[in-house]
C-alpha cells in the first residue's frame, strides 16, 4: 500500500468507499463539496453516485436506499442540513436498516458561509451520534466506524469535519479492499411509516439507546485521555486537537488531555476518568462551547471541585477560527506561562483584495444591464447564494438582501407587499433555481405578486466548482440526461413574460429588462451565457491609449479585474482578459477594441 | 528532501497556488517524507487573497504554519507576500513574483499601489529574496498560466525548497498532462534561471 497525498474530502469518499458504501448524494456546498466529486472519480464500478437538486432530497435518497439495506452516504455544508433537517428530524425516529452517513461540514470563520452554526448541537436536536475528526487521516478511519455504529443501532449518523479538515491534505495509506455489502431489499413493516403512538415508542427507544452509545464511545479509540502532570487539563476535539498539539510542542507543555472525537452521545465515564484529580480545565473548541457545556454538565452531576475555562467563561474566543497562536496564547495564560510579546512588524499599507466577479463573467454584464435598465426607478435588487453574490461589490453594488438559498424570490414578494410602489427585482442563478428557487415563483404567481425575475444561467454551478444540475443534462453517473428547461418550468408555472437573451449583448439586454419590469405582475429575464471556467476565451481585448480620453467609465462602472489604470490611460491586462466585450460596449469614444484574431 | 520544511504560498485567486503547493508535498512524499497541506478553497478563490500551507516533516500536528515559523515563503504577488511575511522565521527565504495585481478596489479608489513600493520592503526586510520575472517567463513560454512552476523552479534554485529541479521534473510529469510537460519543464528551468 503506496501512501497518498489525499485531501480530507477524499479521504471520507475513500473511507466510505472501502466501508462498502453503495449510494452517494449530497449537493454542492463549500467545504463538502470534493467528498461526493471524490467518489464519482473513484466508483469502483457498483457505487450509485447524485449530485442531488437539493439536501432534503439528497437526504431522503439516501434514506430510501438504506431502507432497503444499503450503506449510504450524504453530504452537504452546515446550512444544506438546515434544508435536510426536515427528513433528518424524523429519520432521527424512523431509523434505518443499511447504515447511513450524514457527512456535514461546518465552516469556521466563516470562510465561505452564511452562519457559523455548529452541526454537533443538531446531533443532541436530532438526538444522532456525531463524529468529529481532528485530520485527514483519522476522517479516513473514522468514517468506517461510522457506518459500523449507524448499522448496529439502526440509526443514521452524523459526521462532522470542518473546513481545516476537509480542505486540508495528508500522506495516507489507502486501502484497496473494499468491504461487500449485499443489500437486502426493502421488507413491508408498519415500522417505516411514522406515526404519532409510533414515535411516542421510538423516542423511548432512542433516550435509553444514547447513554450507551455514550458509554460505548468511552472505549471508542477516537476519545483518548493522554496522562500528564499537574492538576490542569486540556479537552479539545475536531481540528483544535491539531492546534493544541502544536501550541503544547511549542510551550514544551504536557499536562493531562481529554481528546473528543465523538462529542454527542458524550463519552461521559472517559470524561469522568479524565476529570479525575484535576482543579481546572481548559476547553479548545471552535464555533459553540459543546464539550464545554458537557463538562460544566458533568461537574455540576457529580459535584466535581473542577473549574471550566472555555468560551463561557470568556478565556477563548466566541466566534471564528482558532489558530495555533490563538491556542497558544490561551494555553500560556490558563498554565499561568508568559509569552515573550512578538512585537507586531510593521507591514506597509496593504490593498484590501476582497473576492470579486472574474474577469469576463457574464453576471457582471447581467447586473450592469439591470441597474442601466432601472437608471432613475425606485428598485429593490434581492440576491442570492452563489458567485453572483458578488454582486454586491462596488461599482455594480446591485445586491440589496441575501439571505439563504432561494430566498431573493420569495423575499421580495414581502418587499412588494411592503412598498407596492418600489419595483422589486429577484436574481437567482441556474442551480439555485432548481435546488429552492421554484416554489418561490409559485408563491408569487398564485399570490399574484408583482417581481421580476432575473435568472443568470451559466450552465453550471460555479461558486463551489462547476457541479452539474438539472438544467445541464449531465449526471454523476457520466449519463446525459434530458436537460430541464428553466423558461419551459417558468411559463408551466404561468409566469406572464419569459424572455431569453445574452447578456453580453448589452442593448439587448437593457431593453429586454425594461420591458419585463414595465409589465405587472411576474415577468422573468434570462440571462443566459456560460461561465468563463468552463468555456474558451474569446479573442481578447486591448485599449488604443491615443483614443483612450483617462475618463475611467469601463472602471468606475464595471469594476472588471481585467481592466487598470496605466498612467492617464485605462488598459486591459491580457492574462485575465477573457474577451467578454462590455467594457468596449461601455466605453463613450470606442477606445476598447476586440484584438485581432490569432491565426 | 529536508526532514522538515514549512512552506507558505501566497497569491491572488486563480494564480495556481494550490496545484503548487500540491507539487511540493508530493515531491517531499516521493523522497520518502510524510506532508500536510492546507488550502483557501471557496469564495476566496475569485480574485481574493489566498494561501496554501505546506509542512514537510515527521512530527507535524496543524496543517496550518504558524506565524514566524514557515521556512520559504512563495509570494505570487508582492503585496501578497508582504501580507504573509509575518510567517517567515528569521533567516527564511522568500521567492516573489514582480508584478501586481491591482484589485478592484484599489482601481476604483484610484489607490493602485506600486510593485515597487512593496519589492523594496521586502528587500530592507528579507535577506534571502528572489525576485522571478514572471511575466518575461510567461512570455518566453507562451503561456500566462505557468507562474507557479517558474515560481517553484526559483524556490529549488534557492535551495530552501530542499529538493532538485529532476526531483520536480518527475513530480510535474506524474501530476500534468503529458501535452503541457515541456512546457512546464521550460517554466522550470527558466525560473530556476532567475537566482
Redesign the interface.
Known sequence: MAKRLVMGNEAIALGAIRAGVGLVAGYPGTPSTEILETAARENPGDLYVEWSVNEKAALEVAAGAAYAGMRTMVTMKQVGLNVASDPLMSLAYVGVKGGMVVVVADDPGPISSQTEQDTRHFASFSKLPVFDPSSPEEAYEMIGAAFALSEAHGTPVLFRPTTRVCHACASIEISEERQKIQPEGFIKDPKWGIFPRLSYLNHLHIEKRNPMIGEEFSHSPYNRILPGEGKLGIVSGGISWAYTCEAMSLLDVSPRCLKVGTPFPFPESLALEFLNGLDQVLVVEELDPVLERELVYLCGKHHLPVTIWGKLTGDMPQAGENTVESVKKALANFLGLSLAEQPAPALPQLPVRPPVLCAGCPHRASFYAVKQAMKGQKAIFCGDIGCYTLGNAQPLDMVDTCLCMGADVTIAQGLYRAEPGVKTFSFIGDSTFFASGITGVVNAVYNEHDLTLIVLDNATTAMTGHQPHPGTGKTMMGAISRKISIPDVLKAIGVQSVVTVDPLDLAAAVQAVQEAAAQPGVTAVIFRSPCIAVTKPAPLFKVESDKCIGCRKCIRELGCPAIVMDGKKAAVEPSLCYGCSLCAQVCPVGAIVREEEKA | MKTSLNCLLCG???QGTVLAS?LI??SA?DQGQ????????????????VVSHVRVGQ?V????I???QADLLIGFEP??A??C??YLKEGGTVVVAAKA????????G????RAE??LD?LKA?VEKLVVVDGDAI?EACGS?RVLNVALLGAAIASGALGVTLSQMEETIAQRVHPRFLELNRKALQLGAGSV
Open positions: 491572488v485567486g486563480g500540491k508535498a508530493q512524499m510524510q506532508a500536510r497541506t492546507a488550502e483557501t478553497i471557496g469564495m476566496a478563490q475569485r480574485g481574493g487573497c512530527v500536528h496543524s496543517p496550518l504558524p506565524l514566524g503585496a501578497e508582504v501580507r511575511l509575518p495585481i491591482q484589485p478592484v478596489t484599489a482601481s476604483l484610484g489607490m493602485d499601489y513600493t512593496m520592503y526586510h510567461c500566462s
